[in-house]
């Protein structure tokens, strides 16, 4: 791991990049091609992303399921972005739901 870049750094380095691509030319930008394209082919690609990482992780091929969740944060964000849902929304519904174990939330959920 690079040290000295904290990894959501990163992550909104790639946020910026892909607001700043989308509108680009279809011809030279991916991010600008998949807008074009609409939310139902960028949701698809996450779909696919996803499924490549689970079939990496199934093979134990850590090589392949780092590269795969590269593609799936990718087109998550590129997702995000369309909807216009920041990076930000996710680490404060994140933040919200530190320190709240899964089995007690669902426990919680179950007398609802
Ligand atoms: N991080 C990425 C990134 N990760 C993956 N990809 C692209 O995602 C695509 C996924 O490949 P696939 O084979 O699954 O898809 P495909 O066959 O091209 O598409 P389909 O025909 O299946 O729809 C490839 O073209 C990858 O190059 C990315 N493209 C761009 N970025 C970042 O986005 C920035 C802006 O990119 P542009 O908009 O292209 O300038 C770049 O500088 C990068 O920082």
């Known amino acids: 791991m690079n040290d000295t ?12 990049t892909i607001a700043q691509r989308a509108a680009a030319d ?10 074009a394209r609409g939310v139902p082919k960028i949701a698809q690609k996450v779909g696919e992303e996803a499924v490549e990482a689970v079939i990496a992780a199934m093979a134990d091929d850590r090589a392949g399921l780092i590269g795969e969740s590269a593609d799936l944060l990718f087109h998550l964000l590129v ?15 994140l933040d919200r739901r530190e320190g709240v174990s899964g089995i007690v939330e669902k426990a919680s959920r179950k007398e609802d």
């Open 5 to 16: 870049v904290h990894p959501l750094a990163t992550l909104a380095r790639l946020e910026a």
């Open 26 to 35: 279809p011809s030279s930008s991916y991010v600008a091609k998949l807008n």
């Open 79 to 93: 997702l995000l972005n369309a909807k216009g849902i920041a990076l930000s929304d996710i680490t404060d519904e």
